[in-house]
């Protein structure tokens, strides 16, 4: 009878998942709130936005069913990702960890990262674990909260570039790809290099992974990879061509929400299409995409450089004084760079029962020169995430249930 109820309930979800997607709904949303949205849907072109917005429903035994809506969804079009990729490295390592269980590894071993390649830094502390030692869960818990760079490429060197796109493919992300580490200038050959890492229990090794190399390249068939009339060169000089983002890691927004989706609901997949994650993974993802830094001991942050909405686009829209509601919880990874802004969401409010996908970018480079710092976060780009945050979460509110879903999985304990 288990069997049974379980294939009933994977059978419904996934056949909720593939229903055809409305590409009207938003559109009108947002052209009946013409003081919110009129001035990007009046430039659609230059403002890049795409939407995904995927409603939730349960019926009377907790099964799911969704129904997608879409606005100017594309795939194929090329949007510069950002840190949203680093949901991906963090659910990809805790994994590998998972898979390597047997030599005593584990997401708290201390991990000690060497370098054999031009370029490699070592790793050998992390002042802001309570340990003062680097850890895979140390390094998820600053990825997720304040999206660190650091943290991030030592975890795309500890997977490996070939079995994150490897795991990209697996998990049908088509049109994506993870090809170096951010914030350091990584391109070309230096990013096929990754370092040698040495894990310890206590004074134990338990692990050792040498240098790795990927010849593979990831070609995708995508448009719009080159953009602007001109884009500061790595000394400032301006070149006056339009700047190539040909060779940059690509997550289209479909490919995001369909992480989340299977993050957030793996019961709703097959077993053997969810990730290899164990309760707790779940739990420590859980608790640090929807903690505020501003809860967070260890690590600990300055609330003048990281405030509680610091990592919450949607809805909040950034905003360092926004007014907390105590009901809702966003677990999210956001990305910002070359002027786009990203939000990959999922919405929970306890109090009204409510639940849902949203996934937008939008971009802003009015004066058409990359690397230049001159970008329209706070003008255009923020004020439209948090206009589509609220205008979908209103949306929902209205929204008639005929049964109000158990949301107490994502209550999560944030003293920890």
Known sequence: MNKLVFFLFSFVSLSAMAQKTDTVFLQKLMESKPELFQSVLNHPDKNQIQILYTQV??????????????????PKHYFYPASTVKLAAVIFALEKVNRLKSTGLTAKSTMITDSTYKGQTKVLADTSAKSKLPSIAHYIKKIL?????DAFNRLFEF?????????????????????NRLAIGDAGESAKHTNPIKFYNGDQLVYNQEAQYDANEYDLDLTNLVMGKGYLDSADKLVAKPFSLANKNAFAINDQQKLMQKLIFPEAFPAKDRFNLTPSDYKLIYTYMSKFPTESAYPKYDPKE?????????????????????NIRIFNKYGDSYGYIIDNSYFVDFKNGIEYFLTAVIQ???????????????????????????????VELKRNKAHKPNLSKYKMDYGW
């Open 159 to 179: 997977i490996g570039r070939a079995e994150i796109n490897a795991k990209l493919k697996k998990n049908g992300l088509n049109n994506s790809r993870i090809l």
């Open 306 to 326: 990281f405030w509680a909405t610091y990592a919450k686009m949607l809805y909040y829209g950034r905003e360092k004084d926004a007014a907390l509601d105590p």
């Open 145 to 149: 909260l304040t999206s660190d760079n």
């Open 364 to 394: 802003s480079n009015e004066d058409g020169i990359f690397n230049d710092n001159k970008y329209e976060y706070d003008t255009v780009c923020f004020p439209f995430m948090k206009n589509l945050g609220r205008t979908i979460y209103d």
């Open 57 to 74: 429903d349960r019926d009377s035994k907790n099964v799911l069913h969704f129904k997608t809506f879409s606005y100017n969804l594309n």
